[in-house]
């Protein structure tokens, strides 16, 4: 079981997380433009890289917030940890 | 050997009363009364005998039958308490046929370092790291410390192994912050050092067991550090007869003479590719066991051995093998012959001693994440670097487990560990002490890896009595087998063959599988590897996983302020997510259906009531509430007035209806929504996710008030008229209190907030008051001559109504217009949340699954939920029933259903096929009763 460092609560158990899929896929500003296709990689398409992977996470059973991490999803070691809104961490 | 010492424990096996020790596994005190064969084989019905000492065992599975049944125990790690009944198994258990009194338990747990294995490395790792100041825990799966000096006796510090490290445990335990834990397994490593135990504390107790004390405690430990000190398993050749009675591991026999007592046979036959055989040889041989030969496959052992062997008379056969073992249900004689091919000869013995070198115990740290190497030295595979880049474990692993192969290394390495773990952990390392001494510990000998012994022409040869893996029955003919098929893969082998997959997932076996395989594709093993390792290192039961979440501790049950009141009623109750609502009220000699029509005529007839208490009910407040829910719901709810209330639909982003309810406006910024029963927390994550993730600007909160409000439905074409008696204040006229408005009101003299709503197409009102109040409204409204109904009265009414209920008539595949809702869906909103996904091709094909009624011809027949329909004579399911229910009002049964075009195939006559049966069904519009909806009114 990970061990999720809350950027509010600290450390705690995966058990109070919801996972919430790929960060930084942002709701199309207008929708109506788009086509069908650009509509459909939005609503179906994610990545799945094996390596670091920048993510949602809700400590849903904690102070209740979202937040981003970088998790290795070949090793589970989570890299960072970073408020909603702020950009994706560059790590070495 | 009757005149052990100790307290007499009895017991029974297979029928048969005995006397053991105090102490003695069920395996020891078998032995000690010369019990031999103690199960038989899984597939091919062979008896098999006692193989080792400990958890390892492939062989002797027990049943435990008293003090409580319990299948599929290795004879070796079960301690005889007095009464203990076991009979031996044919390679499966059987279940206890009644409920378990005993209590199962859990501890959650943090330390610095974990050390899992207290044998001389886990003893001395947890002594530095005390030392040092860490909190430490200590677990081991023996009832004692100690680990492989138990069995050994080797001295320490001048002390009998056994009491050394007794003593080390009881300094370690007398510390505040350590913990030492006996007859614990740790059977799990995850990720972060998570490390999950079970601490058996009762069984050995047998009768005397205090019902007070958990019988099995899970530890869940999160550890700053973890010390892998997890030992090594003796491992042994493929030989023709290897699984006969008799045939038992070199250090198993030594455990049994030195740890028990136990002579395990009267004369024996040690069969070797390594020294550690000789001490085993020399301790029975002192323990007045006669040692026919000692049969080494190498040219030379050990010096030093060699030497004690010959002073105690002990015939040596270098450069020998075994080719097999033979006897009728068990070992009478060992056939010996020189490995270059001289002559053989028959060794009478009633005892077999293999070694065929140690297997580091390293499940633990491969379920870590670790790689692992070959280490030709010791022929095992021993964990890899643990701090490659790739996998950064905090984990070391000390002693035998990574192929330390003496005393004094492993006690040196121990230290180190427990040194290494400490300044990890961020502990300043105390000064270097002076490491225990260890005196007899002659050089060793370089091992030799012998795998297979060939058989000899004639005897055995087709290798269907070369025993791979003893508790699945797998031979080196059956390994020939896959790898003839094709295998390449000791991972397609395993499967192939089931070899490791047993009970005891291959401890003894599994590198002997990878060995052969490896053997029969002209392979080196350390290139092929062996298989992954996976939790649960050993079995554990469900009861112990479950601990005290059973029975109504399982869940959490959630009830609404007037559940006493339904129960009193004698309403049976229905599970609704976490809640408990009244089914039905059943009057004295109703049943069932008899109940839910007379409650449905009351509602459509005449006034009904039902506690709607658990609708999910979320306060959205702030001054971007509108625009919060504009977004959310498919229709317009910022131009709802205050003081009305408005039926609103959410959808996912592709369109599917997620959940329904009514959008209530209490102030400018201020709406109360409901939700189903079901998925209130989902609705209320799915708003918060929206905010924070999306929309952080709009400035809203979002509150569950479910539990702060008690909600009574009052139903029917009286409806009116009662809350007019109960709320002499509140001007109940149809045009002062329209449908789908709300108004403050005292009802029965309690403050409430009385919504004029509709879930079952009549006249009613819903009552809000605050839930200490539940109970007193309503048995104030049930005073008034109301009848009450509970939710499967609420199911028919408002199937009737064609009203759909979200994940049960939808299913996440179902769109608002597929419903029939397209009224819902707002044409002027720029934007919602699925909008876009409704101009999709796919949400536009005219074949959609549309939600329809259907008329059974047989106006009796009930069709139950997922029954699917076929066009007569077809064979295509275009769908399937979502309700079925008896309606009073319609004086017949009829369902929903979600059928391919169904709006298209009003008038149709289809089949709904039960199993061979094909009930002819009529497609109607959804909405079956009131279509014009001029009863709500009243």
Not at chain 2, 166 to 186: I, P
Not at chain 2, 626 to 649: C, F, H, K, Q
Not at chain 2, 824 to 838: H, P, T, Y
Request: charged share 25%; proline share 6%; hydrophobic share 40%.
């Amino acid at each position: 079981m990970l061990l999720i460092p809350c950027p509010w609560c600290g450390p705690r158990d995966e058990i109070e997380f919801h996972y919430g899929g790929q960060a930084h896929v942002a709701y199309p500003e207008d929708p109506a433009a788009l086509s069908d296709e650009e509509w459909a990689r939005y609503l179906f398409f994610r990545d799945n890289p094996k390596g670091r992977f920048a993510e949602r996470w809700s400590h849903s059973a904690g102070c209740r917030r979202w937040f981003n991490v970088v998790r290795d999803t070949a090793t589970n070691e989570i890299h960072a940890v970073y408020r909603i809104g702020e950009p994706r961490p560059v790590i070495a | 050997m009757t005149s052990r010492p100790g307290e007499v424990v009895r017991f029974r096996f297979d029928g048969r009363d005995y006397e053991g020790r105090r102490g003695d596994t069920l395996a020891a005190a078998l032995l000690a009364n010369g019990v031999r064969r103690v199960s038989t084989s899984v597939q091919l019905g062979q008896p098999r005998g006692i193989f080792s000492a400990g958890g390892e065992e492939p062989n002797a599975l027990v049943q435990i039958e008293t003090p409580f049944p319990e299948p599929m125990l290795p004879a070796t790690t079960v301690e005889i308490c007095d009464g203990l009944v076991a009979t031996g198994l044919p390679g499966k258990g059987r279940l206890a046929d009644r409920p378990d009194p005993a209590r199962y338990d859990t501890v959650h747990a943090h330390c610095d370092v974990l050390v899992v294995g207290a044998g001389p490395a886990g003893l001395m790792a947890a002594a530095e790291a005390a030392r040092g100041g860490a909190r430490v825990i200590l677990a081991d799966e023996r009832p004692a410390p100690g680990g492989s000096l138990l069995g050994t006796a080797e001295a320490v510090d001048g002390l009998p192994g056994r009491r050394w490290a007794a003593e080390r445990a009881a300094e370690l335990d007398g510390l505040a912050d350590v913990r030492v834990l006996c007859r614990t397994t740790v059977f799990g490593h995850y990720d972060d050092n998570y490390l999950v135990a079970v601490e058996r504390r009762t069984n050995h107790l047998g009768a005397a067991a205090p019902a007070t004390t958990a019988r099995e405690r899970i530890w869940r430990i999160r550890a700053r550090r973890v010390v892998h000190a997890t030992g090594a398993h003796e491992r042994f050749p493929a030989f023709a007869g290897n699984d006969l009675p008799g045939v038992m591991l070199a250090g198993a026999a030594r455990t049994y003479v030195n740890q028990y007592g136990v002579r395990p046979g009267r004369r024996a036959v040690v069969l070797t590719t390594n020294d550690t055989a000789y001490p085993a040889a020399l301790d029975l041989a002192a323990a007045g066991i006669e040692i026919a030969a000692i049969v080494d496959v190498r040219q030379a052992p050990g010096e030093e051995w060699a030497r004690r062997c010959a002073e105690r008379g002990i015939d040596v056969l270098t450069g020998h093998v075994v080719t097999a073992a033979r006897g009728a249900g068990e070992l009478s004689s060992v056939v010996v012959a020189p490995e270059d091919g001289g002559q053989a000869r028959d060794v009478p013995a009633d005892l077999l001693l293999v070694s065929g070198g140690w297997t580091p115990v390293v499940h633990l740290f491969s379920q870590a994440g670790g790689t692992l190497r070959f280490d030709e030295e010791i022929g095992a595979f021993v964990p890899g670097d643990t701090q490659a880049r790739d996998v950064r474990l905090a984990v070391e692993v000390a002693g035998s487990a990574r192929g330390v192969p003496t005393l004094s290394g492993c006690l040196r390495d121990g230290a180190e560990a427990g040194r290494r773990a400490l300044a990890a952990a961020g502990f300043a390392v105390p000064d270097q002490a002076p490491p225990p001494a260890v005196e007899d510990e002659p050089a060793a000998a370089p091992a030799r890896h012998l795998w297979l012994v060939p058989a000899a022409d004639g005897d055995g040869d087709d290798y269907r009595e070369h025993f791979v893996d003893l508790q699945r029955d797998v031979t080196v003919a059956d390994v020939l087998r896959a790898t003839g098929a094709g295998l390449r893969s000791v991972e397609h082998v395993k499967r192939y063959t089931t070899a490791g997959t047993a009970h005891d997932q291959g401890r003894t076996s599994g590198l002997l599988t990878s060995a052969i395989t490896a053997h029969a594709l002209g392979l080196d093993v350390a290139d092929l590897g062996v298989t992954t390792f996976r939790a649960p290192y050993a079995p554990v039961s469900f009861a112990a996983l479950a601990g005290r979440d059973r029975g109504h501790l399982h869940d959490p049950v959630r009830v609404t302020a007037m559940h006493d009141w339904h129960v009193a009623r004698g309403a049976p109750l229905e599970n609704v997510g976490q809640w408990k609502r009244p089914w039905y009220y059943p009057l004295d000699g109703e049943d069932m259906t008899a109940a839910v029509l007379r409650e449905c005529r009351a509602a459509r007839e005449d006034v009904a009531m039902m506690d709607a208490s658990t609708l999910g009910k979320i306060d959205v407040i702030g001054p971007d509430a509108a625009e919060l829910l504009d977004r959310l719901y498919t229709n317009m709810m910022s131009t709802l007035p205050v003081g009305s209330i408005r039926y609103g639909v959410m959808c996912r982003p592709d369109g599917m209806v997620f959940d329904d309810g009514t959008v209530i406006r209490l102030a400018e910024d201020h709406f109360l929504a409901t939700t189903t029963t079901g998925n209130a927390a989902a609705v209320l994550d799915w708003m918060e996710e929206w905010l924070q993730t999306e929309w952080p600007s709009l400035r809203v909160h979002c509150t569950s008030v479910t539990e702060q409000w008690a909600t009574v439905a009052l139903v029917g074409p009286r409806s009116r008229e009662v809350l007019a008696g109960l709320a002499p204040g509140l001007d109940v006229g149809n045009a002062s209190f329209p449908f789908m408005t709300w108004r403050d009101a005292e009802v029965a003299g309690i403050p409430a907030r009385v919504c004029r709503i509709s879930f079952s197409g009549e006249l009613a009102y819903e009552i809000n008051v605050r839930s200490w109040y539940g109970l007193a409204l309503w048995e104030a409204v049930n005073a008034a001559g109301v009848t009450p109904y509970g939710t499967e009265t609420m199911h028919v009414l408002r199937a009737e109504k064609g009203y759909p209920i979200i994940g049960q008539d939808t299913d996440g595949t179902v769109t608002p217009q597929d419903l029939g809702m397209a009224w819902v869906v707002s044409k002027k909103k720029a934007d919602f949340i699925g909008k876009r996904s409704f101009s999709r091709a796919d949400t536009v094909r005219p074949d959609r699954k549309q939600l329809v009624g259907l008329l059974p011809e047989d106006t009796g027949r009930l069709l139950p939920e997922g029954v699917h329909l076929v066009e007569p004579g077809g064979t295509r399911a275009l769908g399937h029933v979502t309700s079925g229910y008896r309606s009073a009002a319609l004086g017949r049964t009829f369902a929903l259903a979600l059928i391919s075009g169904g709006r298209e195939r009003v008038g149709e006559r289809l089949h709904a096929a039960m199993g061979e049966e094909m009930i002819p069904v009529t497609v109607t519009h959804h909405v079956l009763y009131d279509p014009e909806g001029a009863r709500r009114d009243g």
